[in-house]
């Protein structure tokens, strides 16, 4: 008899040790999902993202519930602990599914939050109305002879409803997720992998669980689901807190990144593609053939992408299809984890608009407004290049010194307005009579300037003499009256043994125009290095001669 009542002692020291192993064990859970459901409160940074704390909640509060019903000791207040468990899990599987939308970004409307949410409200409502209808539950018995009381029911057609509800929601959602990562280049890809991968698995495992408890009802006694909802719980905050899952939000940050007018390329810190974003490899088709991993300096076409110095403000230009040119410039920005450089980004933004305003500006800067001719300054700095290069390469060239005659008896009789169309007028004929290569020039007031390269004297003299006599050909009118303008011109040669510089040769013009407008004017004077004139004072190096006329 001792040895009975030890043996039953024991036993039911067993059973409570056990039972009580039980109860830690589902409260360590509902401890989990309520820790999880604050962390999501207070940890997200993502607006509107509470739909990861409301399944926290819901599997807290599903927890809850069936802790209550292995406390329960009566079949009424077993039942009343199964409704506190529906109030959370009937709605677990909707919640999951707003989740899921929400982080890859796809919008519901409200009629699709309703009618998702019809099926859960219409479960709890037959709950909580049994046993007045009768219609969720065939048979409903609360069984407390075994080691954790339990219920054993025979479910109606809207109970295999809800759980068949229950078990191919979460299914979508993961499809969901699936379709969503397929048909799109994470541009963080392994962290999307990894977060994917987390929340499918935090998905799967409950409805596996489910699926088990139905098809196993009758011999299971005990419910693992509450057990597997805080391993999801795990999971879940792992990835938010862990992998960046509202940090990051790679999905999210991805379809922005996509829809970006500007191109965004990220290249690691030893010059290998990592990606690129669909406006990146249209300015650079090359990148849609890359692999990620291989070293650019290595691909045709993108080697100059790898330069190990910064990117920024690199300029470059691509013609459109139709034939239109586009300026794009670089901006590089290093991206670093914690003190460590990882990666390097390069946007690439057009820049067609600012350049053309450059350019306008430019052009104002370095072009006389009514003539539309070069102004002193450029003509110049672009002078004294070319100038450079013909003493360079030995080559041949002249330059034109050219002033209108008595000008400012224009101004006097016909007034400023006929003078700036006399001067327009000859600034067109400038441009129409000199090559693509001569830089023309108003080089002040009535004076124009052009330097002739790779020309010899007499074709540079035949050209002058054309345009004198064009020019005093052109009849101007004003006030029913006709008069004509003309030209004086200097002419000087370029010699590499006096023109070491561009103002040197200006003079040599300079002087030869002084001697054309004393002479008469409406003529044309040479100044070209005298003969023999190595022992001679510098100035004396030059000889001015009047042009014979055109016969």
Not at 333 to 345: A, L, M, N, V
Not at 432 to 439: G, P, V
């Amino acid at each position: 008899m001792t040895a009975d009542r030890r043996k039953q002692r024991a036993i039911v020291l067993e059973v409570v040790a056990i039972l009580t192993l039980i109860l830690i064990t589902y409260s360590v859970s509902a401890a989990i999902a309520l820790a999880t459901f604050i962390v999501g409160i207070y940890v997200r940074s993502a607006p509107k993202s509470l739909y990861f704390a409301y399944v926290m909640l819901a599997i807290f509060v599903y927890t809850v519930g069936y802790i209550f019903e292995i406390l329960a000791e009566s079949h009424q207040s077993a039942l009343v602990a199964t409704m506190v468990q529906y109030c959370g899990g009937a709605f677990i599987s909707p919640l999951m599914f707003f989740f899921v939308c929400e982080y890859c970004g796809t919008k519901l409307k409200k009629y699709h939050y309703v009618c998702l949410l019809l099926i859960p409200v219409l479960a709890c409502l037959l709950l909580w109305t049994y046993p007045l209808n009768g219609i969720y539950y065939h048979r409903l018995e609360f069984v407390t002879t075994g080691l954790v009381p339990h219920f054993i029911l025979e479910g109606s057609f809207f109970y295999y409803l809800f759980m068949g509800y229950a078990v191919l929601l979460p299914l979508a959602a993961i499809a969901v997720l699936l379709f969503h990562f397929r048909r799109r280049e994470s541009l963080f890809k392994t962290q999307a992998v990894e977060i994917i991968l987390t929340i499918v698995l935090a998905t799967i495992l409950p409805v596996l669980s489910t699926t088990c408890s139905l098809i196993f009802a009758d011999r299971l006694w005990l419910n693992t689901t509450p057990l597997i909802l805080s391993f999801s719980c795990l999971l879940l905050a792992y990835s938010m807190l862990q992998l960046g899952l509202y940090r990051i939000a790679p999905l999210a940050r991805e379809k922005i990144i996509e829809t970006m007018s500007d191109g965004f390329v990220l290249i690691d810190m030893q010059g290998c593609y990592v990606d690129a974003n669909s406006e990146a490899k249209r300015l650079l088709p090359r990148l849609a053939y890359t692999s990620i991993g291989m070293k650019l300096d290595e691909v045709e076409d993108l080697a100059w992408l790898s330069d190990e110095n910064n990117m920024s403000g690199k300029e470059f230009t691509l013609t459109e299809p139709g034939g239109t040119v586009k300026h794009y410039r670089i901006s590089e920005t290093e991206i670093r984890h914690g003190d460590k450089p990882i990666c390097r980004c390069l946007m690439i933004y057009d820049s067609t608009n600012t350049r053309q305003i450059l350019d306008e500006v430019s052009s104002l800067a370095e072009h006389d407004n009514l003539t539309d001719l070069m102004n002193r300054g450029a003509f110049s700095r672009n002078s004294k290049l070319m100038i450079d290069k013909i003493g360079a390469s030995g080559g041949e060239a002249c330059l034109l010194m050219i002033d209108l005659d008595c000008f400012k008896n224009v101004n006097d009789v016909y007034g400023h307005l006929k003078g700036d169309e006399v001067l327009k007028t000859m600034a067109d004929l400038l441009i129409s009579r000199f090559r693509a290569t001569d830089l023309v020039a108003r080089y002040g007031g009535e004076e124009f300037c052009v330097l002739l390269p790779n020309i010899s004297e007499e074709n540079a003299l035949e050209i002058a003499r054309e345009m004198r006599l064009q020019a005093a050909n052109q009849e101007f009118v004003a006030d029913g009256e006709v008069f004509h303008s003309t030209l004086s011109i200097g002419l000087a040669v370029y010699d590499f043994r006096r023109h070491h510089q561009l103002e040197s040769l200006l003079a040599d013009a300079d002087a030869a125009l002084y001697a054309a407008k004393n002479n008469g004017r409406n003529t044309i004077y040479i100044a070209r290095i005298a003969e023999g004139s190595g022992g001679l004072p510098e100035e004396t190096w030059i000889t001015l001669e009047r042009a014979p006329d055109k016969s």
